[in-house]
């Protein structure tokens, strides 16, 4: 039997009740949060918790128990017995059920938070061999800086990935490469790592912020700084990164083969550097 968290408690996770006045149901009025467990740890959590504080804030949603989310994370793994293998926790926290309009309730009703685990097999093929990804037109909105729940334009961009044969949509802006449906993207251009700035235009990932400390830990050379997407012939190599695969090298973008169709030196160190972070934080 599964084991969900819901409004303060856990519960069967068939149990769970959600109205249909919600908003988060009705609007997508709400974010959410995913973080990795390691049998043992999960992965720089207080990045995550801030994040989720942040989220929360630029939503005007107040939900008193962030700090509780990490407890929260673990009672769900014991709960449902996957403290010893990977796994995943998703929480989401919407403003909550309320009549239909598009204003705010007032007076304010009580966020709806909900969240779940479940154990997975990491895609070891990809991490090693790397990944094919498209490209197209960001059709998303101006605030991916936040982790929101309305994500049709992602979910249809990725599908179509999927439907081609490919394992990311990485999306343009204005001629610029911001991120990928689910992940953010780096480029290795003449030795210098490349990834878009923090900005409205990209979500502020964990991993992104932590291969960029591990990156520059390792003496690589650094330009928080948009590739232009005519630029992709000096590309010579790349990589996304999130929360659930980590690092997954990419060798061919938008139908270009990447260097010479395998992962490249730099993406390998920084691979190799993370690797050895996690084995030295699990001991």
């Not at 929260?72 to 793994?77: F, G, Q, R």
């Not at 992940?183 to 409205?200: A, Q, W, Y």
Request: charged share 25%; with cysteine.
């Amino acid at each position: 039997m599964e084991i969900a968290y819901f409004n303060g408690k856990f519960i069967p996770k068939e149990e769970v009740k959600i109205s249909p006045d919600d908003r988060g149901f009705l609007f997508g009025d709400g974010i959410y949060e995913v973080v990795r467990w390691y049998e043992g740890f999960f992965y720089d959590m207080n990045s995550h918790v801030t994040r989720l504080k942040r989220s929360l804030r630029e939503l005007r949603i107040n939900w008193d128990d962030t700090d509780k989310f990490p407890t929260i994370a673990s009672e769900l793994l014991k709960l449902n017995k996957l403290e010893t293998q990977p796994a995943m926790v998703y929480l989401q926290i919407t403003r909550g059920a309320a009549c239909r309009t598009h204003s705010f309730p007032s007076p304010q009703v009580s966020p709806t938070s909900y969240a779940y685990a479940w154990g997975f097999v990491p895609d070891r093929k990809s991490e090693e061999n790397g990944t094919k990804v498209m490209m197209k037109d960001d059709i998303r909105w101006s605030r991916c800086d936040i982790k929101s729940v309305a994500l049709l334009a992602n979910t249809i961009s990725y599908q179509e990935a999927r439907e081609n044969g490919l394992n990311e949509c990485i999306f343009v802006r204005n001629g610029l490469i911001t991120e990928g449906s689910h992940s953010n993207i780096f480029f290795v251009i003449d030795g210098t790592l490349f990834t878009h700035p923090e900005s409205n235009f990209v979500l502020s990932g964990i991993t992104r912020k932590n291969i960029l400390r591990i990156a520059q830990d390792s003496g690589i050379k650094i330009r928080e700084e948009a590739v232009q997407e005519n630029r992709i012939r000096f590309i010579q190599e790349a990589f996304i990164t999130n929360t659930s695969s980590e690092i997954t090298p990419v060798i061919e973008l938008g139908g270009n083969s990447l260097g010479n169709g395998l992962p490249g030196p730099v993406t390998r160190l920084i691979r190799e550097k993370f690797e050895a972070e996690l084995k030295a934080i699990k001991g």
